[in-house]
T-cell receptor
Framework: RKEVEQDPGPFNVPEGATVAFNCTYSNSASQSFFWYRQDCRKEPKLLMS???SGNEDGRFTAQLNRASQYISLLIRDSKLSDSATYLCVVNIFYSGGGADGLTFGKGTHLIIQP | NAGVTQTPKFQVLKTGQSMTLQCAQD?????MSWYRQDPGMGLRLIHY???????DQGEVPNGYNVSRSTTEDFPLRLLSAAPSQTSVYFC???????????FGQGTRLTVV
């Protein structure tokens, strides 16, 4: 089983619609969670961190379900500029100075259509 | 405010050649890592470092070497380039404890 799994899409969504996608992770020791955005041929950039209580940043809402080990991202009132690949990222933090690595999903490709 | 700087942005190598991809960060981050990104494969970790003088292998380390002599620099060396190493390479850095990772702009490498 892959450590972080995402539906690769593409999700074709009309402008103004709401779109949601999920990500599942396999390691229950995962402690930090993020959504990154990657535009074509560019580097990934942090979109938002994901907190246990859920969090919102403008049109974007992230949720974490630790019991079921999944993370979700909801985009409301989608814009053409939201077209990108969205990467689900989990981090395992080991105490004592061990490895502290980010594990990336393969990404979900979102296309907003006019 | 440079962040993470990668050079070169583009490179074409012949099979068997060696080269070094440079990565430097000015944020005093302990953690640095190299990823490669191939179509349909996502980001795969090549090597990482948790501090100066400490490096370790990631998921796909074969054919690559790294060193971390300073906090700022984390070069990636291709020992003998192969066509299978054609990819986009990203360097990233972050501080400890699950914080945001900052990426360089990437190096597009083609091995012919």
């Amino acid at each position: 089983r892959k450590e972080v799994e995402q539906d690769p899409g593409p999700f074709n969504v009309p402008e103004g619609a709401t779109v949601a996608f999920n990500c599942t992770y396999s390691n229950s020791a995962s402690q930090s969670f993020f959504w990154y955005r990657q535009d074509c041929r560019k580097e990934p950039k942090l979109l938002m961190s994901v907190y246990s209580s859920g969090n919102e940043d403008g049109r974007f809402t992230a949720q974490l379900n630790r019991a079921s080990q999944y993370i979700s991202l909801l985009i409301r009132d989608s814009k053409l500029s939201d077209s990108a690949t969205y990467l689900c990222v989990v981090n395992i933090f080991y105490s004592g100075g061990g490895a502290d690595g980010l594990t990336f999903g393969k990404g979900t490709h979102l296309i907003i259509q006019p | 405010n440079a962040g993470v700087t990668q050079t070169p942005k583009f490179q074409v190598l012949k099979t068997g050649q060696s080269m070094t991809l440079q990565c430097a960060q000015d944020m005093n981050h302990e953690y640095m890592s190299w990823y490669r990104q191939d179509p349909g494969m996502g980001l795969r970790l090549i090597h990482y470092s948790v501090g100066a003088g400490i490096t370790d292998q990631g998921e796909v380390p074969n054919g690559y070497n790294v060193s971390r002599s300073t906090t700022e620099d984390f070069p990636l060396r291709l020992l003998s380039a192969a066509p299978s190493q054609t990819s986009v390479y990203f360097c990233a850095s972050k501080s400890g404890g699950g914080t945001e990772a900052f990426f360089g702009q990437g190096t597009r490498l083609t091995v012919v």
